[in-house]
């Protein structure tokens, strides 16, 4: 695997799960990507030395290793996972239009094109210009491949202990980037907190009781992922602005280590999905939370939506909207297990083994 490396404590050669990593060394930062004589030289050496090369685009110097796959013979997979879009700005104009004309020339070189969905190609630009200017080419629709993800009761606790008291817990799993639109959740988070139907109730097991007794709830924001992501240093302070307002209802866990996701999923009563752009294609939090038993709020865009649409394990809200999250977000706090019983679903349409042998025969 090449990549950049993009953090100078890390080595340049290395392996990860048993996979050789070579990271190239960059001369300069560009927005969110970088420039590299290395990467050329690497991309020439490895072209030339292996069977097939599979590009993971978005990304600017992908078509370089496919050039050189192409000049030595050898099969190009292109693996289209979204596309970008930067923040407004002269600019990110100019790197985001180098970017989509670089992204092009990959597909073009590419034997093989795979992205998630097929909802998601209809409605990307660079994939119906592809079918315009390639004809014949064919897309494969491969979802990630996701396996049920292990939950430990002690951490559990340990997550429900950090979060203190509760009713209900509403779950976040994405990095503090402008396309994940944790904006409108924290919008919504008032009325879902003040409607009627949630608070006369009680929550107890999972479930929603009714309590004429009551007239409070308290719930709470959880977000877990990466605080520091690159290029989002402006989307952070607005952020963190907005959460002063919610200082008591919104706590950030950071980087959650993969042994220890299931156990956040599982904690939560709903993971929220309130993305905003075609950044976002596809969202394997969603299901990785459905595999754990957790109803799913996501965002209407092509794509995102598929998950929920296909198991029914949640609810689609219009983009931007937190008057819509709201009233969805309460839709399920208060009918929690008629999303949760269709579980079974999940794992028939979104088998890791469907997955794996799709790529494998892909591949070979």
């Known amino acids: 695997m090449l990549c950049m490396k993009h953090d100078a404590n890390l080595e340049e050669h290395g392996k990860v799960g048993g996979i050789g990593v070579i990271r190239a060394r960059p001369l300069l930062k560009l927005s969110k990507g970088f420039l590299s004589w290395e990467w050329v030289v690497q991309s020439w050496r490895l072209a030339q030395a292996h069977d097939a090369v599979v590009v993971n685009l978005p990304q600017f110097e992908g078509w370089i290793i496919a050039v050189f796959a192409k000049l030595f013979g050898k099969r190009v997979i292109a693996v289209y996972h979204c596309e970008i879009v930067l923040p407004d700005g002269f600019f990110n104009s100019v790197i985001q239009s180098l970017l989509e004309m670089s992204n092009m020339l990959t597909l073009l070189l590419s034997d093989r094109v795979v992205t998630y969905t097929a909802d998601y190609a209809r409605s990307s630009r660079l994939l119906r210009s592809l079918r315009l ?7 494969y629709y491969i979802v990630p491949s996701m396996h049920k993800l292990h939950v430990r009761k002690a951490r559990i ?12 817990v509403i779950g976040v799993a994405a990095r503090l980037a402008r396309e994940k639109g944790i ?6 988070l008032p009325a879902v907190r003040c409607h009627p139907g949630l608070r006369a109730g009680i929550h107890q097991n999972k479930q929603w009781i009714p309590d004429p007794a009551r007239n409070d709830i308290d ?10 992501p690159v290029g989002e240093d402006g989307y952070k302070r607005y ?14 866990l950071g980087e959650v280590k993969p042994a220890d996701i299931g156990s956040f999923y599982a904690m939560c009563d709903v993971l929220v999905l309130p993305s905003v752009n075609s950044t976002e294609a596809f969202g394997m939090v969603q299901v990785e939370a459905m595999l754990c038993g957790v109803p799913v709020v996501a965002s209407d865009l092509p794509g995102v939506r598929v998950p929920v649409k296909k198991t029914r394990m949640g609810s689609v809200v219009p983009i931007r909207d937190p008057e819509a999250l709201a009233r969805a977000v309460v839709a399920v706090l208060k009918n929690r297990e ?12 979104f088998s890791p083994e469907k997955s794996e042998k799709a790529f494998v025969d892909l591949f070979v």
């Open 338 to 349: 008629l999303y949760t019983k269709i579980g079974q679903e999940v794992k028939k349409s």
């Open 219 to 228: 719930v709470k924001v959880v977000i877990a992922g990466p605080m520091e």
């Open 133 to 139: 200017l390639k004809k014949g080419i064919k897309i």
């Open 183 to 188: 904006e409108y959740l924290l919008e919504a």
């Open 239 to 252: 952020i963190m602005e907005l959460v002063r307002k919610h200082r008591d209802d919104v706590v950030f």
């Open 157 to 168: 606790d340990a997550f429900q202990k950090k979060i203190g008291e509760a009713d209900f």
